[in-house]
Structures are given as structure tokens and as C-alpha cells.
């Protein structure tokens, strides 16, 4: 991992904790506002503008983002990492890299 | 041999136990003597040294070895060896008789130098000193003036020998001429006048007086060129002048003219007294004449002319005249047979004469041939000492080339062999010297090398102390680039700063020095291309570290629950850090130590700058932090190494510094 070194945001080990919780706020910040905006769609489209399938919606968010980053912190040794599109194999489907988070080693 | 002898003989006691054997000990000891003699003979068979030598100590043996073994192989071999020997040294001899003068012969190489330089001038010119001939510059002088001295002569004798001659001729002139005048006054005696005569005389005899001066001068001019080529014959220097012969050729020729010349005179002299006696013959017929007319007519004037005569006196005259006119032809014939014993004398006379001249002549070509006949022997001779001179002096000069060649021979075998000699000498002293010569320059030359090392070396500290003070300013740049990195970094990262420039830089400086080498090969990786962070950046970290790692302390290696995380959160803000002083040799209870007080350690250290021990304790720390402070403990680990590596370089400067300062 060493040429990576020009990588801006060589994440140290120390950061790991602090990287993980901001991972958790955001993922359930997208959770809850995605179940919030189902919620919305559902209460005014089959509900008559009820007002418990956005509650409904944000709670499987949240629930969702709490699960997520459960399971982040409980597995110290996953990686994390993108799919990096990466022009198109012999068959025709694209092909992906993937490139883990930078680690320091 | 003695010993394999020796060696040989023990077998026989080991052989004689069977007389051990005890009952029949008569047996045995015959059987024994037949082993010990079987085994003699056996060995003798194998080893005929050993036979012969039984042989000579034992002589009844012979009869037994010949009769059992036949002729001795020995004596066989001996003899083959000898006639071998003879072979050989019929073959050989001859050779090594002819060898040694062979190595004898090729002793000193004649060294064919240079084929001595002699040259035979020299020794001819010792060998010629002849006769010290004058110079020819001396004799061309000493014959020119001769030649000079003789033209003078020769000229003026000519000279004066011509006016000789022409006076003699004159005079022979004035005698004809007082002749023929004579003879006409003689014959015509009526109309004679005595007086010509007389003047015709004087002019004669003055002309005989003045050429007899003449000639006596012409003389003495001969007589002084002669002088001179006596002269210039006695003298060796001119003696081979060929003018000499010439002049006195000259000489000859002119003296031999006055001589003709005087014949001549004497000559028309003669013939001039032949005159007179006429002339005397006529006065005396004439005086007797008158005397007798006297005598007959003493009266009469017979010179009176015009005196008539008388009849007496005219018939005595014709008397007289008849009687004369008798008388005359009686004297007539008389004098006719007078005439004929007159003109017998005058014969006999003339024949005196021309006798006399003959003879004068005679003599005078006798003395002209007698003088022709020295100059010629002269010539003759002069030519032959010529001849015989050139010839001695060929033959000298053969002699003393012939002498000079041996003696150059003689010089040049001499010089050969001194030549030799004085080669010996001079190789000996020259290798003498030489090897003298060679030790010296080889002293002069080590110690020369000493010196140079002792400079160079000296030098080469120079240079390498010189080099080593920059070393260690370089190092310590090093290690000041180590712990501040890039100055001017805006964060973290860009303060990191990659080693490669200044470790190449180094290893450049110090190319040759395996132990550089070898330290800064071994720097590592992150080091060389990424550059380690700042001791103060590793320190900001390890408060970060510090504080999550409190935070998460209670949270094992797998993770755990959010529940578990926020616990373990709430637990460290009640768990405070008291300041503590820990000891640098407390001894640390593996089992028994938590995660706080790891890193309260930890941070005590980090706050001394004791990263070495933070980095030691840290490693202790289990569950979360431990896998927090990996990244931390990795980095530092590389910063401290390459810190290390560093304080070597520098030691290392430091210590060749002091190595090369003298």
C-alpha cells in the first residue's frame, strides 16, 4: 500500500473510532431521510395524508442506520472500500475496481 | 643389506621351538639344522647379495649353492654387469674423453668489440722519419733562384759570346781584306800603294785585339755560368735541376763556338802569312835584281829614266840581259825541279797544317764530345739516382708499410687482449658498483616510498578528516530533517519529508565506506520514499491516541456493541488519570495491568521524549486500543529507526573525524 501514499486521506488507526461514528450518523441521516420521504409518499398517496407512515418511515431508518452501525462496530476487521468503474470486460459488462479506504500500514 | 640380514636371520629361532617338542630332541634338532640350511639355501636363491656373502664368509658353501642352485646368478649377473660395464664404457669413454677440452674450449668469448680502432698513420709516421728534407717551399725557392741566377748567366754569356764571334768575324774580314789588298799591291807593283796595305794591316790587327778582349770576356762569362751549375750541382737542394744540364749544354755549345770561330781566325791568318811570304819572296827577287844591275852598271841610275844609254852600256846590258835571261832559265829549270820539291814541301807543309788543324780540330770535338759525353753520363746518372731514389723510397715505403702493418698487428692483438682485460675490470667494477649503486637507490627508494606513504596518508587523513567534519554536519542535518521534517507543511502529511535526497547525498559523499553504506541501505522503506512523521506530530498523535484509547479501553480485539462502546465511554469520563510518577525500572505485570495505566505510562514517556519506552509499553495495551495504536507504534518504530540510523551516521563521523585528526 505504500505508492498510495499520495492519497490525501490516509486514514490512521487511531481515527478508526471517530471514522466508524461518523460513518453511523451519516448512513442513518440517509436511513431515516430516505424512510422519512417513502413515509411522505406513502401517507399522502395511500394514507389520506396520515401522519404515522412518516413516523413509520423514520423508524425504519433509524433502525436500519442503528443495525448498520452495529454490525460496524462489532466487526473491527472489515474493510471498507468504492466500486471504481473501470471501462468494460470481453462480454460487454462493465468492470469494476474496488479500492478499499486507505489504511496506513 | 646388513640389516635385511640381520632381518633375515631371526626367522631361525622362531623355527628352533619345535625342539620343544620333547621326546625325539635328536629329530627335532636335525630338523631344525634341515629348516635352518633349507631356509639359507631358499634365501640365497632369492637374494644372490645374500648368497654371495655366505659365500665369502663361509667358502664350502660355494660347492653346496653351485650344486644346488646351480652357478651363482651372481657371478652370472656380475659378469653380464661387467661385460655391460665394458660395453659402455667402450661406447662412453671416447665421448667424456672428448668433452672435457669442449668445455674447455668456448672460455672467453673473443667479444668481437670493435676491431680496434688503429689507425696506421700514426705508426707510419713514427716509422719515416728520414732524411729531414727542407721544406719544399725552401727548395722551389732555392731552385727558382738558381734558375734565375743561370737564366742571367746564360743570357749574358750568349751574349757575349755573339759579340765575340762578330768581332771575330770582323776580324777574319780585316785579314781577308789586308790580304787581298796585298796581294793586288803585290801583283800590281807599279801602281802599289803601300799605305792601304799598311792601314788595311792596323784595322786587322785592332780587330784581333778588340775580339781577343772579346773573347776573353765570353770566356769568363762562360766560365761563370759554369761556376754557377757547379754550384748549383754541389748543392743537394738543386742538384736534380734539369736547367743545371741545360746551361751546361750552353756552356758546352758556346765554348765550343768560340773555339770554331778561332779556328777560322787562325785559318784566314794563315793564309795571310802565305801572302806575306809572297810578298817578301817578290822584294827580295827585286832587291837581287837591282844588286845586280849594280854589280854590272855601278854608274848607272838604272832608275833614271830618261838618261840615254850608250852603245857599251846597252851591249853589257844585253849581255847581261842574255847572260841574265841564261841564267834565269838555268834558275828557271832549275828552280822548276826546286819548284817540284817546293811545292812536295809546301805538300808536306800544308799537309802539317791541315794536320795541326786536324788535330786542333780534333781535339776541340774531342773536348765538345768528352763534355757531351759527361753531360750525358751526368744525365744519365742524375736520371738513374732519379730512378733509384724513387725506387729506394718505393721500397722504403713497402718496408715501412709492410713494418707499420705488423706493428698494428701487433698493437691491435695487444690492445685485443688489454682491450679484454680492461673489460673484466671494468664489468667487475661496474657490477661492484652497480649492485653498490642498486642498494643505495633501493634504501633511498624505500625510504622514499616511506615518506610518500607517510604524506600520502597524512594527506588522505587530511581529506578524510575534512570529509568527516562535512559528514557530520550532514548527518546532523539528517537528524534535524528527521525530527522537524518540512518546516514548511501546512499539516500532517505535508510535514512528512522523504529521506532519499540527503541518504543519496551521503552515500555520494561517502562512497567507498561499506559501513555507510550498509546504515543507510537499511533505513526503511517509509523513510527513504514517504518520510517519517515529526517527533512532535507522533507526539500530538499519541494524545489522540491517548484519549481513545481511554475512551474505547474496555472494548475487546472483535469489537462489541454500541452499547459496549458507549459503557466504556462513560467509564473513562469517571476514571480519572492521576498524575503519577512511574519508575523507568518498575517492572510491569503483564496480567495485571490495564489499558489506563498502559497509557498513562505511555504518556508519561511520550511527555519525557522517551518514545523508545512509550513505544515498548504501548505494544502492552489489548482489545480496541491495541488495534487503535498500531498505526502509531509503526510509524514511531520507523522514526525512532531512522532516528538511530542517523546517530550512528553521526557517531560514525564523529569517530573517523577523531581517527583522522592528528
Redesign the interface.
Known amino acids: 500500500m505504500?505508492p498510495g501514499?499520495s492519497a490525501?486521506a490516509?486514514s490512521?488507526?487511531?481515527?478508526?473510532?471517530?471514522q466508524k461514528i461518523d460513518r453511523c450518523f451519516a448512513d442513518s441521516l440517509l436511513k431515516v431521510t430516505g424512510g422519512v420521504a417513502i413515509g411522505i409518499v406513502a401517507s399522502v398517496a395511500f394514507f389520506k395524508s396520515r401522519s404515522w407512515p412518516i413516523w413509520f418511515g423514520s423508524g425504519v431508518g433509524l433502525g436500519t442506520g442503528?443495525s448498520n452501525?452495529?454490525h460496524d462496530?462489532?466487526?473491527?476487521y472489515v474493510l471498507h472500500g468504492k466500486r471504481v468503474p473501470a471501462g468494460q470486460d470481453s462480454q460487454g459488462k462493465p468492470a469494476y475496481n474496488i479500492i478499499t479506504e486507505q489504511h496506513?500500514? | 643389506r646388513q640389516q635385511s640380514n640381520q632381518a633375515a636371520a631371526p626367522p631361525k629361532p622362531p623355527v628352533q621351538p619345535p625342539k620343544k617338542s620333547g621326546g625325539g630332541k635328536g629329530l627335532a634338532l636335525v630338523g631344525a639344522t634341515v629348516v635352518g640350511a633349507g631356509g639359507v639355501v631358499g634365501y640365497a636363491y632369492v637374494d644372490p647379495e645374500f648368497r654371495h656373502k655366505v659365500e665369502s664368509t663361509v667358502p664350502p658353501v660355494k660347492q653346496v649353492f653351485d650344486a644346488v642352485l646351480g652357478e651363482s646368478s651372481l657371478q652370472k649377473t656380475k659378469q653380464q654387469i661387467g661385460d655391460l660395464k665394458d660395453a659402455v664404457v667402450n661406447a662412453v669413454p671416447k665421448k667424456k674423453e672428448v668433452l672435457p677440452p669442449l668445455e674447455l674450449a668456448p672460455l672467453p668469448p673473443v667479444l668481437p668489440r670493435e676491431p680496434t680502432h688503429v689507425d696506421p698513420v700514426d705508426v707510419r709516421k713514427d716509422v719515416t722519419p728520414m732524411i729531414p728534407k727542407p721544406s719544399p717551399d725552401v727548395v722551389f725557392a732555392k731552385n727558382q733562384q738558381l734558375e734565375e741566377k743561370l737564366k742571367i748567366a746564360i743570357h749574358s754569356a750568349e751574349g757575349k759570346v755573339r759579340l765575340a764571334t762578330e768581332a771575330k768575324l770582323k776580324t777574319i774580314n780585316a785579314i781577308n781584306e789586308h790580304a787581298s789588298i796585298l796581294k793586288q799591291t803585290v801583283d800590281d807593283a807599279k801602281h802599289a800603294n803601300w799605305e792601304n796595305v799598311t792601314s788595311a794591316l792596323q784595322r786587322a790587327e785592332a780587330e784581333a785585339r778588340v775580339d781577343s778582349g772579346q773573347e776573353v770576356d765570353g770566356r769568363n762569362y762562360i766560365d761563370n755560368l759554369r761556376k754557377i751549375v757547379n754550384d748549383g750541382k754541389r748543392d743537394s737542394t738543386t742538384a736534380t735541376n734539369p736547367l743545371l744540364l741545360n746551361a751546361q749544354e750552353t756552356a758546352n755549345k758556346l765554348s765550343h763556338q768560340l773555339d770554331e770561330i778561332n779556328a777560322l781566325v787562325n785559318k784566314s791568318r794563315q793564309e795571310s802569312a802565305v801572302l806575306n811570304q809572297y810578298k817578301d819572296l817578290i822584294e827580295k827577287s827585286r832587291q837581287q835584281f837591282a844588286l845586280e844591275m849594280k854589280s854590272i852598271l855601278p854608274n848607272v841610275d838604272i832608275h833614271a829614266k830618261d838618261k840615254n844609254l850608250n852603245e857599251d852600256e846597252l851591249n853589257a846590258l844585253i849581255a847581261h840581259a842574255h847572260l841574265k835571261v841564261d841564267q834565269l832559265r838555268c834558275q828557271l829549270s832549275d828552280q822548276q825541279v826546286r819548284e817540284e820539291l817546293h811545292i812536295s814541301k809546301a805538300l808536306e807543309e800544308q799537309r802539317l797544317a791541315d794536320e795541326r788543324i786536324a788535330s786542333e780540330k780534333l781535339s776541340i770535338e774531342m773536348s765538345r764530345v768528352g763534355r757531351q759525353n759527361e753531360l750525358e753520363i751526368e744525365r744519365a746518372l742524375v736520371e738513374s739516382r732519379s730512378s733509384w731514389e724513387g725506387e729506394l723510397e718505393n721500397q722504403l715505403k713497402r718496408t715501412a708499410s709492410a713494418h707499420s702493418e705488423h706493428l698494428e698487428q701487433v698493437i691491435r692483438t695487444q690492445r685485443q687482449l688489454f682491450e679484454i682485460e680492461q673489460n673484466q675490470k671494468v664489468e667487475e667494477a661496474v657490477l661492484q658498483e652497480r649492485n653498490l649503486h642498486s642498494k643505495q637507490v633501493g634504501a633511498a627508494l624505500s625510504r622514499l616510498e616511506g615518506i610518500e606513504e607517510a604524506l600520502g596518508s597524512r594527506v588522505a587523513l587530511d581529506n578524510e578528516n575534512r570529509r568527516a567534519k562535512q559528514f557530520w554536519i550532514a548527518c546532523h542535518n539528517l537528524i534535524d530533517t528527521l525530527k522537524h521534517g518540512n518546516k514548511a507543511g501546512n499539516n500532517i502529511?505535508e510535514r512528512r519529508l522523504p529521506l532519499n535526497e540527503s541518504l543519496n547525498l551521503l552515500k555520494e559523499v561517502n562512497p567507498e565506506d561499506e559501513f555507510v553504506n550498509a546504515i543507510i541501505d537499511s533505513f526503511p522503506?517509509?523513510a527513504t520514499?514517504?518520510g517519517t512523521y515529526t517527533e512532535q506530530d507522533l507526539k500530538n498523535?499519541f494524545e489522540?491516541?491517548y484519549k481513545?484509547?481511554r475512551?474505547?479501553a474496555s472494548i475487546d480485539?472483535?469489537?462489541?456493541?454500541?452499547g459496549a462502546?458507549f459503557w466504556s465511554y462513560v467509564k473513562s469520563l469517571f476514571l480519572v488519570d492521576m498524575p503519577q510518577q512511574y519508575g523507568n525500572l518498575d517492572a510491569i505485570d503483564v496480567n495485571n495491568t490495564d489499558n489506563y495505566e498502559i497509557l498513562s505510562r505511555a504518556k508519561q514517556y511520550v511527555h519525557n521524549g522517551d518514545l523508545d519506552k512509550a513505544i515498548r509499553v504501548v505494544q502492552l495495551l489489548k482489545g480496541?486500543p491495541a488495534?487503535?495504536?498500531?498505526?502509531?507504534i509503526?510509524?514511531t518504530r520507523s522514526y525512532l529507526e531512522s532516528r538511530l540510523l542517523a546517530q550512528l551516521l553521526v557517531a560514525h563521523a564523529a569517530v573517523s573525524s577523531i581517527r583522522s585528526t592528528y
Open positions: 505504500a501514499a490525501p490516509a490512521r488507526s487511531e481515527d478508526e473510532v471517530g442503528w452501525c452495529r462496530f462489532a466487526s473491527p496506513k500500514q | 502529511d522503506k517509509q520514499t514517504v498523535r489522540q491516541l481513545i484509547g475512551k474505547t480485539e472483535n469489537g462489541g456493541t454500541l462502546y480496541q488495534h487503535l495504536a498500531r498505526d502509531w509503526v510509524d
